[in-house]
């Protein structure tokens, strides 16, 4: 029952000297004047923040120095801040050591099960797509372990193609949905342990 409040680092952190620092700050000051002027307070939820919790180290440049910077800020106003905050992070291994103790629970979500992606592949697909009546979520629920963002990527560029036919054909396939599947499953860059070549070879 609470109202989100979402940023992403990309938001505020700049390209000038001090500029991010004073960004972040700014960034927690605005919720914690908003929060204290409601009785139900939002959530901060910080997405990607991978940007800017890994660990401090020797600043040999000045954006190392900046990102230790912003670290040190962050812990800091996490430290202070009496509102409910979410920090959404691709990988928790990277992390300055320092966040563990001012976080108060770490969840981690697994890729969904294949009753859950059935459950998404059908909130994706909705009746009022042309040719729905067709698709069997079923199967590419239980082959392919994808997420849920990766489920509603693949359903968009499949109706995208699906609606440049001739109005005739203006249906969205099976064979649609597999063909884009097949595209994101072969683009997932953690799939790639060991890169090829680039360039000349």
Same mark, same amino acid.
């Given at each position: 029952?609470?109202?989100?409040?979402?940023?992403?680092?990309?938001?505020?952190? #700049?390209?000038?000297?001090?500029?991010?620092?004073?960004?972040? *700050?700014?960034?927690?000051?605005?919720?914690?004047?908003?929060?204290?002027?409601?009785?139900?307070?939002?959530? !901060?939820? =910080?997405?990607?923040?991978?940007?800017?919790?890994?660990?401090? #180290?020797?600043?040999?440049?000045?954006?190392?120095? =900046?990102?230790?910077?912003?670290?040190?800020? !962050?812990?800091?106003?996490?430290?202070?801040?009496?509102?409910?905050?979410?920090?959404?992070?691709?990988?928790?291994?990277? =992390?300055?050591?320092?966040?563990?103790?001012?976080?108060?629970?770490?969840?981690?979500?697994?890729?969904?099960?294949?009753?859950? *992606?059935?459950?998404?592949?059908?909130?994706?697909?909705?009746?009022?797509?042309?040719?729905?009546?067709?698709?069997?979520?079923?199967?590419?629920?239980?082959?392919?372990?994808?997420?849920? #963002?990766?489920? *509603? =990527?693949?359903?968009?560029?499949?109706?995208?193609?699906?609606?440049?036919?001739?109005?005739?054909?203006?249906?969205?396939?099976?064979?649609? !949905?597999?063909?884009?599947?097949?595209?994101?499953?072969?683009?997932?860059?953690?799939?790639?342990?060991?890169? #090829?070549?680039?360039?000349?070879?």
């Amino acid at each position: 029952g609470k109202e989100a409040l979402t940023i992403d680092p990309s938001s505020f952190l #700049g390209s000038f000297v001090g500029e991010s620092e004073k960004s972040l *700050r700014e960034v927690f000051r605005r919720f914690s004047f908003i929060s204290n002027r409601m009785k139900n307070p939002p959530v !901060l939820v =910080m997405n990607e923040a991978d940007a800017i919790l890994h660990p401090r #180290g020797k600043a040999h440049h000045s954006t190392d120095h =900046m990102q230790n910077n912003l670290v040190s800020i !962050l812990l800091e106003e996490l430290e202070r801040c009496e509102g409910l905050i979410v920090l959404t992070v691709n990988d928790a291994t990277r =992390m300055d050591e320092a966040f563990s103790r001012r976080i108060d629970l770490k969840i981690l979500i697994d890729r969904p099960t294949p009753d859950l *992606r059935e459950k998404l592949w059908r909130l994706y697909l909705p009746p009022t797509i042309p040719g729905i009546e067709d698709i069997d979520p079923v199967p590419l629920a239980q082959r392919y372990e994808l997420t849920g #963002g990766q489920i *509603r =990527m693949i359903v968009a560029n499949a109706c995208s193609e699906a609606i440049l036919r001739p109005e005739t054909d203006r249906r969205l396939l099976q064979s649609d !949905l597999k063909r884009y599947i097949d595209l994101e499953r072969t683009g997932q860059f953690e799939l790639h342990t060991k890169p #090829g070549p680039m360039g000349f070879v």
